[in-house]
C-alpha cells in the first residue's frame, strides 16, 4: 500500500527462543512456541491449532511451512514469523473475546484472517493493496474453510490500507502487518472505544517499534 514499508517484523518481539520454536507439523509448531513462552494464551493455542500455516504459504515455501521465521509470499511481502502472530493475537484477544469486529491492514496470504476466525471473531475484514495478494489471501481461505468467505464472516478487499474499511467500522481489533511512519490516524479513528491496535511505527522500518494503541470507553487513546 502507498506509503507503507513492509516488513517481517521478527524483530519487533524478541526472545532467547524466538527461533527455536520451529516444529515439523503445524501442531509441534504450536506446542513449541507454547513450552518456549511465545504462547500463554490458551484460546490463541486452540486457534492457531486450528489454522494450518502450511495452507497460507507460497508451494515453494511449504518445505518451512512450521519454521518460526518469516517466508516471502511475492510482491515484496511476508508472512510474519510464527511467534510473531502469536503475540499480535494474545495482545488483541481480549478485544475480540466477545466476538469482537477485526481489521487486517495488509492481510497478505490470509492467515490471520482464519486465525481471528478461530479466535471467535464475529467478523474479520482484511484490506490488501496489492489485488494479486488479495487473491492469493481469498485462495487460501477458501481452502482452508470456505463457508467464512461464503458466509461473509471474512471479507478480502482491494485498496489502500491506510484508510482503513469505513464501511465495516468501527472495529474491536485492527492489526497492521507493515510498519507506518507514524500512527495512522484514519484507523484510530475507525477503532472502536474500548477497543485496540497493534501496528509497528518507525521512520525506518528496520527499526520500527510495535505498539499496543488502545481507546478507552469514552474513546479517548
Known sequence: MPGLTRLAVTRLVTGAFAWSSSGKTNDDLVTNLVRDRRLKLPAVEAALRRVDRKMFVLPAERGAAYDDRPLGIGYSATISAPHMHAAALEFLAPSIAEKGSVLDVGCGSGYL?????????????????????????????????????????????????????????????????????????????????????????????????????????????
Do not use: C
Open 113 to 221: 484472517l482464519a486465525a481471528f476466525a478461530a479466535l471467535g471473531a464475529r467478523a474479520a475484514h482484511g484490506v490488501e493493496y496489492a489485488p494479486d495478494l488479495a487473491k492469493l489471501a481469498e485462495s487460501n481461505l477458501r481452502a482452508h474453510d470456505a463457508a467464512l468467505l461464503d458466509g461473509g464472516r471474512v471479507t478480502v478487499t482491494t485498496g489502500d490500507g491506510w484508510n482503513g474499511l469505513p464501511a465495516k467500522a468501527p472495529f474491536d481489533a485492527i492489526y497492521v502487518g507493515a510498519a507506518a511512519t507514524s500512527v495512522p490516524r484514519a484507523l484510530v479513528d475507525q477503532l472502536r472505544p474500548g477497543g485496540r491496535m497493534v501496528v509497528p511505527v518507525g521512520k525506518q522500518a528496520s527499526k520500527a517499534t510495535l505498539l499496543r494503541v488502545d481507546k478507552d470507553g469514552a474513546g479517548v487513546v
